[in-house]
């Protein structure tokens, strides 16, 4: 069974930095592209960051763009999001996304999220 666990979100002051963790289990992580989405109270989810499953391409929400840094370590099955100089505006619930096929079948997985706040 597919498990998407994050962890590393925090009160934290703006300014300040945080990293996420996500660890999966349950597929293949090596073949899975692997995203970091965020959803604020009352607004829908959105795409923060995205890796490919070699790690070659990696793209940003512009809002963040020198900000965070997504990268990922496949021998530990993990992503991570570094995520420095926070903004009250980062405050969210941050979640983590596989993309993978699997015997034909496309899997799209999400984990339960965790929460990030930013305020002084």
């Known amino acids: 069974q597919v498990h998407l666990e994050e962890s590393g979100g925090d009160y934290v002051q703006p300014g300040g930095s945080l990293r996420l963790s996500c660890s999966g289990s349950?597929?293949?992580?090596?073949?899975?592209?692997m995203s970091w989405y965020c959803q604020a109270s009352g607004k829908e989810r959105e795409l923060v960051a995205s890796?490919?499953?070699?790690?070659?391409?990696?793209d940003y929400v512009d809002s963040v763009k020198g900000r965070f840094t997504v990268f990922r370590d496949n021998a530990e099955n993990t992503v991570y999001l570094q995520m420095n100089n926070l903004k009250p505006d980062d405050t969210a619930v941050y979640y983590c996304?596989?993309?993978?096929?699997?015997?034909?079948?496309?899997?799209?997985?999400w984990g339960q999220g965790t929460q990030v706040t930013v305020s002084s």
């Open positions: 890796i490919s499953s070699t790690g070659d391409k990696i």
């Open positions: 996304n596989a993309r993978f096929w699997r015997a034909g079948v496309f899997h799209n997985s």
């Open positions: 349950g597929f293949t992580f090596a073949t899975a592209a």
